[in-house]
């Protein structure tokens, strides 16, 4: 296990975020040990705005035994596929690729969210295409000293949230996938990437706010004239009104304050996780 003071900057798709006591555990034992204070379970940061201030609690990664995992060879075309369980450190897009090379379908709504398996668990990562919930057979958590089992319906997965026990962290899980031809999964890929074409290619951290029902929070600050106003480094992306960016050393305080100003003026309801303290 590796304990270091790093900036979460480095660690968020965003790239901001102050300091923290970092923990990248490596086995069941470092889990047990890393989780005997407060702490904080970090993904790839890629749906996160952490304060310039850092956090006081232990940020905990999930590497060694919980960053492995595949999804296995399928034993046949006309069943569905079980893959063996797989580590909450992978990185939803190297999943999407493999399933891609093995001719098994069910990831394909996933493609381009750059999640760790255990963070798109955490948020239901998905698309209008499908979510991760719709392929999920088994999720492993660590929760209270102890591993269990638990059966997704358990979850409270619902539109990019979840309802895991306080402190729970996703450790490993289990996917239910269906052999499929390589040009259906293809389609389906490029169909999905089409969807995503309008969206910024700088840093952010995904959409900043959720869909209301039956609306598109990315066309509402559009429509209000948001996209391209600043505070700071941080910008509504001119490309696609749901996307903070960070032009280039932007700071949490600013993405904070663009934040707050599209919440006051428009009342969307946030996406992203917020840790630590803001001015
Ligand atoms: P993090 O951002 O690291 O953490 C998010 C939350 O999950 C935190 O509360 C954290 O504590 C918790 N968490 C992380 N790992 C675990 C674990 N192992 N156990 C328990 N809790 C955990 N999202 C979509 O749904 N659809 C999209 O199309 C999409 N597109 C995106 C495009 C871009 C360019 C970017 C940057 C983001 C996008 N996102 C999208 C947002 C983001 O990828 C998802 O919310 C994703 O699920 C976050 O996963 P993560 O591993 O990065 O989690
Ligand atoms: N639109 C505008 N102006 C904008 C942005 C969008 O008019 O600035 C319009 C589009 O033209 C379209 C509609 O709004 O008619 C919807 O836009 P889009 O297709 O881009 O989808 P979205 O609802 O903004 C959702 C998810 C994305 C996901 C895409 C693709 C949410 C909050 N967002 O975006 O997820 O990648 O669909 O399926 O649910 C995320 O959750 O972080 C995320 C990026």
């Not at 040990?33 to 609690?57: F, I």
């Not at 891609?100 to 069910?106: F, I, K, Q, V």
């Not at 963070?119 to 591993?147: C, K, P, S, Y």
Request: charged share 25%.
């Amino acid at each position: 296990m590796k304990v270091e003071r790093r900036n979460l900057a480095e660690f968020t798709t965003l790239a901001v975020g102050g300091p923290a006591e970092v923990w990248t555990v490596e086995t069941p034992r470092d889990l047990v040990q890393a989780t005997a204070a407060p702490y904080r379970v970090l993904g790839n940061g890629s749906n996160l705005l952490v304060s310039d201030r850092g956090v006081p609690e232990r940020v905990l990664r999930l590497g060694g035994v919980f960053a492995q995992g595949s999804l296995g060879r399928p034993r046949s075309e006309d069943a569905p596929h079980l893959s063996p369980w797989i580590g909450a450190g992978v990185l939803l897009p190297t999943l999407v690729q493999e399933a891609a090379r093995l001719g098994l379908s069910g990831l394909e709504p996933l493609l381009g969210i750059p999640a760790s398996v255990g963070g798109a668990v955490r948020m239901n990562a998905g698309t209008r295409f499908g979510e991760i919930a719709d392929v999920l057979e088994a999720v492993e958590l660590f929760h209270e000293g102890a591993f269990r089992v638990l059966d997704p319906s358990e979850l409270g997965l619902g539109y990019r949230t979840s309802r895991l026990p306080g402190g729970a962290i996703v450790t490993r899980v289990r996917l239910r996938l269906t052999p499929a031809p390589a040009a259906t999964i293809e389609a389906r890929m490029a169909e999905v990437d089409a969807a995503r074409k309008g969206q910024p290619k700088r840093k952010s951290a995904g959409c900043a706010f959720k869909n209301p029902p039956g609306d598109s929070a990315g066309r509402i600050i559009d429509r209000a004239g948001f996209k391209g106003h600043r505070v700071g480094a941080a910008m509504v992306s001119p490309e696609h009104g749901n996307f903070i960016v960070n032009t280039g050393g932007a700071r949490a305080e600013d993405v904070w304050a663009l934040v707050k100003r599209l919440q006051e003026e428009l009342g969307l309801e946030l996406e992203w996780e917020v840790w630590g303290e803001f001015p």
